[in-house]
């Protein structure tokens, strides 16, 4: 079993819906990531927050909005997206800076279709 | 920047014969790599990571790495694949400066029984 765990499972949401995946982990890891990952190819990245604050964000689309209401939790807001974002949103933990190194934990993802 | 490539985009090997996915990162200060296994329709899992020492890595299900600093590679290997291996593997690499985990294109694994 993932100690990162992602819900929904499976998500079907429209162009003009608002949604949100959920994200927890209870690893003790003070940064979490969001990445997106589409059918053969690898996970990339979209935000980090590191001690509940975003610290990078890849340039995504304002659509996405990230949020980490504490040091278990991170959701992903979408609004207005595009048949084009349909893909597997991975969630993951580590510890921060330069123990991140020490690995990620992956949770088994969202995998979102737009219609 | 530091980045990784993957040269095997796909591998179609047999039950029982040998496999060797080749991974190679750019230079960057210190490297920690990983190779990361997706099954089809799972969740990414860790097959086995490189810090530091020994550079010969053992990981779970039987495969095993070797960080060559030389060549800037961390191949993985199986002596003998099985049927149940067929996924697709990443190699990545945590960045020193940002620890961001970059992750190689990807090699598709199939084993024919």
């Known amino acids: 079993d993932t100690e990162v765990t992602q819900t929904p499972k499976h998500l079907v949401m429209g162009m003009t819906n608002k949604k949100s995946l959920k994200c927890e982990q209870h690893?003790?890891?003070?940064?979490m990531y969001w990445y997106k990952q589409k059918a053969k190819k690898p996970p990339e990245l979209m935000f980090v927050?590191?001690?509940?604050?975003?610290?990078i964000n890849e340039s995504v689309p304002s659509r996405f909005s990230p949020e980490c209401p504490n040091s278990s939790l991170l959701n992903l807001h979408l609004h207005a997206l595009q048949p084009e974002d349909s893909a597997l949103y991975l969630c993951a933990s580590s510890h921060p800076g330069g123990r991140a190194s020490e690995g990620y934990t992956f949770g088994s993802g969202t995998r979102l279709t737009v219609v | 920047a530091q980045s990784v490539s993957q040269h095997n985009h796909h591998v179609i090997l047999s039950e029982a014969a040998s496999l060797e996915l080749g991974c190679n990162y750019s230079?960057?200060?210190?490297?920690?790599l990983f190779w990361y296994v997706q099954y089809p329709g799972q969740h990414l899992q860790l097959l086995l990571k490189y810090f530091s020492g020994d550079p010969l890595v053992k990981g779970i299900k039987g495969f095993e790495a070797e960080f060559i600093k030389s060549k800037f590679s961390f191949n993985l290997r199986k002596p003998s694949v099985q049927w149940s291996d067929t996924a697709e593997y990443f190699c990545?690499?945590?960045?020193?400066?940002?620890?961001?985990?970059?992750f190689g294109q990807g090699t598709t694994l199939q084993v024919k029984p």
């Open positions: 230079y960057g200060g210190t490297v920690n």
């Open positions: 990545a690499v945590v960045s020193s400066n940002t620890g961001k985990l970059i």
């Open positions: 690893m003790g890891h003070r940064a």
């Open positions: 927050y590191s001690y509940e604050k975003l610290s």
